[in-house]
Nanobody, 125 residues
Framework: QVQLVESGGGLVQPGGSLRLSCVAS????????IGWFRQAPGKEREGVSC????????YYADSVKGRFTISRDNAKNTVYLQMNNLKPEDTAVYYC??????????????????WGQGAQVTVSS
């Protein structure tokens, strides 16, 4: 059974930082790309950042490049999203996603099959 459990969301002021974590079960991160999507109110879901299983290559949406960093710990079956210099427009529900692909860009630009329950991130003063 596939399960993705996110943690680390919350309320932060503009310019602040948060780190999201996602523990995956039912998948082995040695073989599958994993990443993060988000959905803001009234907007479509978008791929934020994903990381490949083969070589650790990464994909970032243009809106978060230079501010967000994705990493993975295969031994713990865990992926992280470090979010720095947060902006109000980063406010959204963030979802951990995984699918049976090796490639970060394929995962982030497609429609992943498996989703976590979501973690709310609110950036506001």
């Amino acid at each position: 059974q596939v399960q993705l459990v996110e943690s680390g969301g919350g309320l932060v002021q503009p310019g602040g930082s948060l780190r999201l974590s996602c523990v995956a079960s039912g998948f082995t991160l040695y073989y599958d790309a994993i990443g993060w999507f988000r959905q803001a109110p009234g907007k479509e879901r978008e791929g934020v950042s994903c990381i490949s299983s083969i070589d650790g290559s990464t994909y970032y949406a243009d809106s978060v490049k230079g501010r967000f960093t994705i990493s993975r710990d295969n031994a713990k079956n865990t992926v992280y999203l470090q979010m720095n210099n947060l902006k109000p427009e980063d406010t959204a529900v963030y979802y951990c996603v995984i699918d049976r692909t090796h490639y970060s860009d394929y995962l982030c630009q497609g429609v992943p099959e498996y989703w976590g329950q979501g973690a709310q991130v609110t950036v506001s003063s």
